[in-house]
């Protein structure tokens, strides 16, 4: 079983940049697709951007394309989310998630490890 941990997460003013960061502990996860979501609060969990297990694919929710890019290192069994331009709308939970599917995903059934969450909170 593998155990994600996210972190990175904070306080910021819109127009600003953050980096969030989960370390994947038990196994590697090097050959996964992995995945962002986020939910803000009374809002139903929703996916932002995902990447192929060799990391050479990558896709976004339309509403983070261009400002946020997903990246990993699989010598260090990470995953990373990079936030350009934040807008208050940003502001949610985000969580990093393993698939178990071997295609390409957004769908969080397809996600069986999840970590406990980081609070990103941008302020207008």
């Known amino acids: 079983q593998v155990q994600l941990v996210e972190s990175g997460g904070g306080l910021v003013q819109a127009g600003d940049s953050l980096r969030l960061s989960c370390a994947a502990s038990g196994r590697t996860v090097s050959s996964d697709v992995m995945g962002w979501f986020r939910q803000a609060p009374k809002k139903e969990r929703e996916f932002v951007a995902g990447?192929?297990?060799?990391?050479?694919?990558?896709y976004y929710a339309d509403s983070v394309k261009g400002r946020f890019t997903i990246s990993r290192d699989n010598v260090k069994n990470t995953l990373y989310l990079q936030m350009n331009t934040l807008k208050p709308e940003d502001t949610a939970v985000y969580y990093c998630?393993?698939?178990?599917?071997?295609?390409?995903?957004?769908?969080?059934?397809?996600?069986?490890?999840w970590g406990q969450g980081t609070q990103v909170t941008v302020s207008s």
């Open positions: 990447i192929s297990g060799i990391g050479r694919i990558t």
């Open positions: 998630a393993k698939s178990y599917k071997t295609v390409l995903t957004a769908r969080l059934d397809d996600f069986d490890s």
